[in-house]
T-cell receptor, first 118, second 111 residues
Framework: DTGVSQDPRHKITKRGQNVTFRCDPI?????LYWYRQTLGQGPEFLTY????????KSRLLSDRFSAERPKGSFSTLEIQRTEQGDSAMYLC????????????????FGDGTRLSIL | DAKTTQPNSMESNEEEPVHLPCNHS???????IHWYRQLPSQGPEYVIH???SNVNNRMASLAIAEDRKSSTLILHRATLRDAAVYYC????????????FGTGTKLQVIP
């Protein structure tokens, strides 16, 4: 079991720069989720894909954020013109489709990408 | 979103059972109850989930109240490796709905 892989683990960048994070889900999982987590808080939902289709986006996902999942495999999350408030841990998770609907499937998380904006 | 309420923190002695409570008074009939835990600098780890009946797995047990408005995660013998933030969340079975994690319960295990 290779688990969910995220790259890079840490990213330090200057305000105003663009950054891109990658997530490789568990290979047979067709659902993929992005979350953001700040210190002392639980993960906050950003967006969700089923295969290559982006089905849900949070209002937290401003115009500077874009996520893709070409071919329904890995996903990328890009932040343009980064701001201080973007500093956070960005988590990716994946899950299967199965019996009992989406609620009956556990999400498997990667260890995240920690973004620091100077 | 259906919300959950958990105590901010709890303590347990090592090798003793731990009961972590969660209230979810607005739960719907199609919401599954999920528990995750998170160690520092790691992503959340799935622990257990259930719908109506109590559930057991190698990590923990989940006890669900008869009215489903509350649940309890039971760690049978706490170890130092169980020290983490534990999140109780609800996941709708009918389709994707935004999941609200809340701030969870920080469990401290005392040697």
């Amino acid at each position: 079991d290779t688990g969910v892989s995220q790259d890079p683990r840490h990213k330090i960048t200057k305000r105003g720069q663009n950054v891109t994070f990658r997530c490789d889900p568990i290979s047979e999982h067709n659902r993929l989720y992005w979350y953001r987590q700040t210190l002392g808080q639980g993960p906050e939902f950003l967006t969700y894909f089923q295969n290559e289709a982006q089905l849900e986006k949070s209002r937290l996902l401003s115009d500077r954020f874009s996520a893709e999942r070409p071919k329904g495999s890995f996903s990328t999350l890009e932040i343009q013109r980064t701001e201080q408030g973007d500093s956070a841990m960005y988590l990716c998770a994946s899950s299967l489709v199965g019996r009992g609907g989406i609620g009956n499937q556990p999400q498997h998380f990667g260890d995240g990408t920690r973004l620091s904006i100077l | 979103d259906a919300k959950t309420t958990q105590p901010n923190s709890m303590e347990s002695n090592e090798e003793e059972p731990v009961h972590l409570p969660c209230n979810h008074s607005t739960i719907s009939g199609t919401d599954y109850i999920h528990w995750y835990r998170q160690l520092p600098s790691q992503g959340p780890e799935y622990v257990i989930h259930g719908l109506t009946s109590n559930v057991n797995n190698r990590m923990a047990s989940l006890a669900i109240a008869e009215d489903r408005k509350s649940s309890t995660l039971i760690l049978h013998r706490a170890t130092l490796r169980d020290a983490a933030v534990y999140y109780c969340i609800l996941r709708y079975s009918g389709g994707y709905q935004k999941v609200t994690f809340g701030t969870g319960t920080k469990l401290q295990v005392i040697p």
